[in-house]
């Protein structure tokens, strides 16, 4: 990247994403290239205000020294006329570099119409695109053959504010300013549509930023005195007033009807053409008549309509519920709400009507040409809105043609009608701000101390404290430690941070009081969402909520919140006006260091600050450590598959019926109880056997549990290598090992496994969760009806190339089984233990296909059905290298899928038997503590079976070092406990684990007559 891309990055990133939210909240290009030049012009208005109000002074201050400078100039010259004007300069603090302040709001625009031409010409979506009379944005519009129009209405539009902009300036100005504007027609005449329309637009908006920066240019030089109003004694008097208006208003629809009739005769043919141009004129007296009736009847009701007087908080009230129940329809989560669009609507229709009302009684204050500019644009609006209703109504198109500009509405909805509506409303704001002018707050002590707290905990709220906290709920879910997201998140929180503090900075006064008040406001929305009402739906599972179908809020909770929010702005303002400053830093001083705190103390208490459990999973090195198998001496596998569901296998082998006999030699029990329903409580007993159980653990509540898993697990290691194998091994979970226990360290990922991506499809890895944590950060602090845009459907706020995938750690899990035939090797001279413990089963519920392609959210069913078959592969490896019938392999998990995190229904008929009276545990439940176990021993033969002998994942120990092996023999009569527990987040700090439910089961697992609770 050389130095002028590095130099114009920052605002093609600005350009992009105003112009993906623009084209999120409209659905069309066109319309989000002109919602991106809005939004780039109202990112630029305080500094535009800042340089006309620097350029008023000069010029005032240019204006009293101009007699002595023409003194100076008449009275002096060569050197000595150079210092007396320096002199001059100097005593009145002047510098002719002043005199570039105007050129400043010209080249303030171009880095970002530079940006938009890089980022618009390269854009492919636009391409073939067509919106209004344009055919490609991304081509010119060659509307009149070689002739482009919108450079030419570009450059109209540039003349008419240069026009009003210096009708009462210099004409040496206006010389300059009309020399750009035919420079810019030249430059843009050939350029794509959409860039063109982009800049109209922006010049659009910068006339009407006079409204803003230079209202002055809009008043009349010499006021026009108004008579008195007079009652009318007859009917002839009011048209007889009107007449010269009417004529123009006949004269105008008569040329538009002639013409209208001519180009369809010139589209169609001749006949009868005199006849339809005297309908035309019939047509058009009819409408001039109607008109005057209409000028008639309003002048008779104009004095007691002007009178009508809404005051600010209802006005604004109303226009904020009119948009919030439009954009809460818009944003709903299962798709358009027609109830909130009608609430919109409704509120609408008062409130256009108040708003016209505003625009006529500022009639003798605005400037003709801008108030038949409003008038022209308020009627279109309303026309378009009239159009519509009647296409809603008749379910009938519209179609209008006229030189080739062809106008057609075939389908409408409420939409069409609401946007239309809001547009004209927002229009009519100014002008009711000329009526209601608002009051500006007084001056605030301590205002940078409030804004720079607000700034810090909104920026650190969404960028650092939430994400931190989200991950101490479940460290074990990430691979990364907590102080990864600090790094991380740093740079893009520093930027957030800088952005409004400079906007702040180099803001007017009066601005600085707005930010402040909208920054405020902003603080007590994230705070209330986040901190005090925060939405629950669940676990969030890498892009998706389990319980996302909440987000469809009822309708009395969208009335709630926007009242809530309108009563939230006006305590706000309230507390501002009445200078409560110290108690407002006070007060958000109290929630900066609450957050910081309560987020630094919830992840120290993980001991995942700086250091994670999976960190081992990512071994580096130059190495290669593939899994060894020994032809001679014999292997034992005991791979433990998280979360995976027993039953399953059951529905998978019928699914697959080839796997029975890939399967050949292993035995599957189906009658199996977990130990517990969390891996914390089941994997001691999975190491250590039955004395590490939660009841024996509990019982020795002299040391953490944290220390009573490392003991299973170094007795576990001890018992291996005792037996004199080779061990090879992943990582042991919640155990802290070092490299020196282990004679094989089994990488999870290494750079060097690439190579295999030819054979079977690697993909592409995406660490997302930096990125989601602080998108479901903001997505918690928004309002609800901001939440669904946020949310996306499970898309959220990330922008991915076609070929990269938002995919999270568990992606790493999915490629470490399917390389397991690539990564081992049969050359080992020893007798080898392999121990593996594999999160591939584990909620989230995924899969990667055969392709590479990452496959988000299936069921459980369809994730575990996936594992099998992926295992099933190694399986043929070591049959094919020969060192498959002297390998000793247990397929375990520590309990059954997480069926809280599913939203869905059980895809599998239920094996459950039980009455209602005999229920002591749920279902789903039930299918947590039901885990898998297939074994095949040494050289076992024969199709996959079934064993129904009642069996505990604490039997692994004994199953796989062969004592007192329940598998073997007849079945005994056992009674089993299980344990539903509590997640043990603090587990170097408590010594026992919590227990909900201790029960106790023999017999046939699934009768639940055979369950009891223990009390």
């Known amino acids: 990247m050389n130095f002028f891309e ?49 350029k008023k002074k000069d010029d005032l201050l240019k204006q009293k020294m101009k007699p002595l400078l023409d003194e100076i100039k008449r009275c002096y010259k060569g050197q000595e006329r150079y210092y007396y004007i320096r002199t001059l300069n100097r005593q009145h603090n002047y510098s002719s570099f002043k005199s570039l302040i105007p050129i400043l709001s010209l080249l303030l625009q171009i880095p970002f119409f530079i940006a938009a031409y890089q980022f618009l010409e390269h854009y492919e979506p636009l391409k073939g695109v067509s919106f209004l009379f344009i055919n490609d944005l991304n081509s010119p519009d060659a509307l009149l053959g070689i002739v482009n129009i919108l450079p030419i209405a570009m450059t109209l539009v540039n003349l008419a504010t240069v026009y009003v902009y210096t009708r009462n300036g210099n004409k040496s100005e206006r010389n300059q300013m009309i020399v750009v504007a035919g420079l810019f027609l030249v430059l843009l005449f050939n350029l794509p549509a959409g860039l063109v329309m982009y800049w109209t637009m922006n010049n659009v908006f910068s006339f009407f930023r006079l409204f803003i920066t230079n209202p002055e240019v809009f008043k009349r030089r010499n006021a026009i005195s108004s008579t008195p109003n007079v009652k009318f004694q007859n009917l002839l008097v009011p048209f007889k007033r009107s007449f010269p208006r009417l004529l123009k208003i006949g004269i105008v629809l008569l040329v538009f009807a002639l013409l209208s009739q001519l180009n369809w ?56 519920l009119t948009i919030y129940f439009y954009l809460a329809s818009e944003f709903y989560f299962t798709g358009l709400n027609t109830n909130l669009n009608l609430l919109s609507l409704l509120l609408l229709i008062p409130l256009q009507v108040v708003g016209f009302l505003y625009v006529l009684k500022r009639i003798k204050s605005t400037s003709h040409l801008v108030y038949l500019g409003t008038i022209g644009v308020l ?50 704001v100014p002008y009711y701000m000329l009526t209601h002018r608002p009051k500006i707050v007084a001056k605030m002590s301590f205002t940078w101390s409030m804004f720079v707290l607000a700034i810090l905990y909104l920026m650190g709220i969404v960028f650092l404290w939430n994400p931190l906290t989200v991950y101490a709920s479940s460290p074990e879910t990430f691979s990364f430690p907590a102080v990864n997201i600090i790094k991380t998140n740093f740079d893009i929180f520093i930027v957030s941070l800088l952005i409004p503090l400079v906007i702040f900075l180099f803001s007017p006064q009066k601005w600085k009081r707005v930010w402040l008040f909208i920054f405020l406001f902003f603080v007590a929305i994230a705070f209330i969402n986040s901190s005090l009402i925060p939405i629950n739906l669940g676990s969030l599972q890498e892009s998706r909520f389990s319980e996302q179908e909440k987000l469809a809020a009822p309708i009395y909770r969208y009335i709630l919140e926007a009242f809530v929010l309108i009563g939230l702005f006006i305590g706000i303002l309230w507390l501002h006006r009445k200078q409560f400053a110290k108690s407002i830093v006070g007060t958000l001083l109290t929630i900066n260091v609450l957050v910081v705190f309560h987020s630094l103390y919830a992840v120290y208490n993980t001991q995942s600050f700086f250091t ?238 055969d392709q590479g392609e990452f496959v988000g959210n299936v069921t459980p069913y369809d994730n575990n059905r996936w594992t099998i078959k992926q295992l099933s592969k190694w399986i043929l490896w070591m049959k094919e290298n020969q060192v498959y019938d002297n390998t000793k392999i247990i397929f375990i998990s520590d309990h059954g899928a997480s069926w809280g995190q599913f939203d869905g229904e059980l895809d599998f008929e239920s094996p459950i038997i039980c009455n209602e009276d005999t229920k002591l545990i749920s279902d789903r439940n039930f299918l947590r503590l039901n885990p898998l176990l297939l074994v095949k021993d040494f050289y076992a033969q024969g199709e996959l079976r079934e064993d129904w002998r009642i069996m505990s994942n604490a039997d692994a120990p004994a199953i796989v070092f062969n004592e007192n092996d329940p598998t073997k023999g007849e079945p005994l009569n056992r009674t089993l406990d299980a344990y539903w527990t509590i997640w043990a987040s603090k587990m170097m700090e408590n010594n026992t684990m919590q227990v909900h439910k201790h029960y106790v089961v023999n017999d046939n697992v699934f009768d639940l007559k055979n369950w009891k609770v223990v009390e």
Do not use: C
């Open 265 to 320: 005769a010139m589209s169609n043919n001749f006949n009868n053409i005199f006849l339809r141009l005297f309908y035309a004129i019939l047509a058009t007296i009819a409408i001039t008549v109607l008109v005057g009736l209409l000028m008639f009847v309003f002048t008779h009701v104009k004095v007691q309509l002007l009178k009508i007087n809404i005051k600010p908080p209802f006005f604004y009230s109303a226009l904020f």
């Open 612 to 849: 994670t459990g999976r960190e081992s999973q990512t071994i580096s090195g130059n190495v290669m450590r593939p899994i060894p198998f020994s032809k001679e001496k014999e292997n034992v596998v005991y791979f433990v598959i998280d979360a995976f569901q027993g039953w399953f296998i059951k529905q998978i082998m019928e699914d697959e019926p080839t796997l029975k006999d890939i399967y050949s030699g292993f035995i599957w029990y189906p009658n199996m109880i977990s130990m517990s329903n969390y891996t914390h409580a089941s994997i001691p007993s999975m190491l250590g056997g039955e004395g590490y159980s939660v009841d024996q653990m509990n019982a020795n509540d002299s040391v953490s549990i944290k220390e009573k898993m490392l003991s299973a697990s170094h007795q576990f290691v001890e018992k291996v290598k005792s037996r004199g194998f080779h061990y090879s091994t992943e990582y042991l979970h919640y155990s802290d090992f070092n490299d020196s226990i282990v004679d094989n360290t089994i990488p999870l990922w290494k750079e060097q496994w690439k190579k295999y991506g030819d054979h079977i499809h690697l993909g592409i890895f995406h660490e997302i969760w930096y990125k989601r944590l602080y998108e479901n950060a903001l997505f918690n602090s928004v309002p609800l009806f901001l939440k669904p845009k946020i949310y996306n459907n499970q898309e959220w706020l990330a922008a991915y190339s076609k070929n990269e995938k938002p995919v999270a750690w568990k992606f790493t899990w999915y490629n470490f089984v399917r390389l397991l035939p690539f990564i081992s090797d049969m050359e080992s001279e020893q007798p080898n233990f392999i121990y593996l413990h594999s999160g591939v089963a584990h909620n989230p519920w995924n899969i990667v296909t």
């Open 6 to 54: 590095t130099l114009i990055a920052p605002f093609i990133y600005i350009i992009k994403h105003l112009f993906l939210l623009s084209y999120g909240l409209t659905e069309n290009y066109g319309l989000a290239i002109i919602l991106l030049s809005f939004f780039i012009s109202l990112l630029l208005l305080p500094v535009f205000i800042l340089i006309e109000k620097s």
């Open 379 to 428: 009627v279109f609006l309303f026309v378009g809105q009239v159009f519509n209703l009647i296409v809603l109504l008749s379910e009938q198109a519209i179609s209008l043609s006229f030189f080739s500009i062809n106008i057609t509405v075939e389908n409408s909805n409420l939409t069409s009608i609401i946007i239309p509506g809001i547009i004209f409303s927002i229009v009519t």
